[in-house]
């Protein structure tokens, strides 16, 4: 469970920080809702790595970065 929510944090952290240097602005902030997007992010790459047959563990973790981002980018349009 604690290392879930570290890898949710790390993902999180890493998805904000690449949406911010590519598209400027602010970015989610607090430790919940960065462990959240982490861990949502995580589901969402997870998904995609099922639908794309990817056993690799760091292209697995990748695409946990990338689906941070996609979440990050939807909740941005959002609010």
């Known amino acids: 469970m604690l290392v879930t929510i570290l890898m949710g944090l790390i993902v ?33 790459g997870g998904f995609l790595g099922s639908a794309l047959k990817i056993k690799n563990t760091v292209l697995q973790f990748v695409l946990d970065i990338v689906g941070a981002c996609i979440l990050i980018a939807i909740l941005k349009a959002v609010m």
């Open 12 to 44: 999180g952290l890493l998805g904000g920080f690449f949406m911010k240097v590519s598209f400027g602005g602010s970015t989610l902030v607090g430790f919940a809702v960065c462990v959240l997007v982490g861990l949502v992010g995580s589901f969402i």
